[in-house]
């Protein structure tokens, strides 16, 4: 139960670093904001949902990529180096993909509430799928870019390793995102996308295991 | 002789396959006519380019642990040799394509998968060139090999069967299935599938001496240059007679 206390310290060490500057979420939720006015003022005489739908998920994924890289990347050597000492290497992987993930839970939250908001003919007719399309979203954004944000801040070369070392792995997720709230846009029975579902909680664990295994090798210096 | 019966036989492999492949008879199937002799040169490349990944990322598990700057050169050099072969079935497959589907690239999510999983190992190959220190970039890209090989094989094996495409053996569409009953498509598709993943294996084994012997002369100091040298001459005579080890067994 060691571990389980760690982590629990930790999360609760990021929610409060968070909730004293405010500067990762408000920085985001200003990008994803600007994002949907940039978007919207560009594409007006787009009417296709469905391309509404592929744009939201590119939003969030840009979104993402700030919110989640910051996690390691910001980290100063002696920070790292503290946390080290303090806890374990699957303690820290644990509670940053953990808090990732509730961060981006709250920005897609707020993110889709604006759009449907702002594209009134966007809203999809099955909402509680779309939802949970979101929820799996911010949980397999959060998995992996945690993760890559982890090798690139080793790697000592900030974002633009990140962009070109996460995007091909991110890609298939996007990919089965995309069809998954495709699928709530046009109404389907939940029927047709257990599929989905089923494919995005392997890729999830998938990720979340081969991190556990590698973390400690990538944290040791 | 002994150590290179496997490269003759490679290469015999080869050449039957290209000379037969061409020459057999195959079966007369709708939509692919002729063009299904691409099913000797086509496959077989994606085959070479699996087991190259697989054996980079062997390699990178064991220099996680042995720290080892043999192992890494053997994980970047299978990566290298494993794009040639992943490059090589992307263009076999686009030329196909123009004949059997009108254009060189449509979109059809298995060359999209395809094209996307060699971009993850460009990604490691960048990834390699952005570190300066050797030891560290030794760790740092064997992580990454590990953590991106099973996503290559979501890429590559799960998801278009998730998809409609249009290639042979997804949706309904003639695939290996229906040729295994005709045992003279098999007298080549076996071969050929053998003699390329050697070949492969051959053009790995090239390049890692090449890197190797690069390494030693680009190494200052005279008595670690010695010291080096044996290493890689004691590494690739144990790796070599491992492989007969298997090969005879």
Known sequence: MQLAKEVKYLIHKEVLLEWRSKYTINGVLLYVVSTIFTCYLSFVSLGDKLAWNALFWIIMLFASINGVSKSFLQETKGQQLYSYILASPAAILISKTIYNTLLMLVLTTIALGFYTLVFDSFTPPDMVLYYVAAIFGSMSFSTVFTMVSAIASKAGNGGMLMAILSFPIIIPVLILLIKLAKNAVDGLPWENSYDEIAMLLVVNVLVIATSLLLFPYLWRD | ?249
């Not at chain 2, 196909?96 to 060699?118: C, E, L, R, V």
């Not at chain 2, 598709?189 to 050697?198: E, H, K, S």
């Open chain 2, 1 to 249: 002789m002994k150590k290179t019966w496997w490269k003759i036989l490679a290469s015999v492999l080869v050449v039957y396959t290209a000379i037969a492949g061409l020459l057999l008879g195959v079966p007369h199937l709708a939509i692919l006519n002729e063009t299904i002799r691409n099913l000797y040169f086509h496959v077989p490349m994606w085959f070479a380019m699996i087991v190259l990944f697989s054996i980079s990322v062997f390699y990178s598990v064991k220099s996680l642990s042995s720290k080892s700057e043999i192992d890494d050169m053997k994980a970047v050099e299978s990566v290298n040799a494993g794009i040639i072969f992943g490059v090589l079935g992307l263009i076999t497959g686009a030329i196909w394509a123009k004949y059997t589907w009108g254009q060189f690239w449509s979109f059809d999510p298995k060359q999209n998968f395809a094209a996307i999983s060699i971009l993850l190992y460009f990604a490691y190959l960048i990834l390699r060139n952005a570190i300066d220190e050797e030891q560290k970039r030794a760790k740092i890209s064997a992580i990454y090999n590990i953590f991106a090989f099973p996503m290559m094989v979501v890429l590559l094996f799960v998801l278009p069967r998730l998809k409609d495409s249009l290639h042979p053996g997804n949706g309904g569409n003639p695939g290996f299935n229906s040729y295994d009953l005709d045992s003279r498509m098999r007298m080549v598709f076996y071969p050929a599938c053998l003699g390329w993943i050697l070949v492969g294996y051959w053009v790995y084994t090239i390049r890692f001496r090449i890197r190797s012997i690069e390494t030693i002369m680009n190494t200052p100091y005279q008595n670690e240059t010695k010291s080096v040298q044996d290493s890689f001459v004691t590494a690739e005579n144990q790796s070599i007679t491992n492989e007969n080890k298997q090969q005879h067994n």
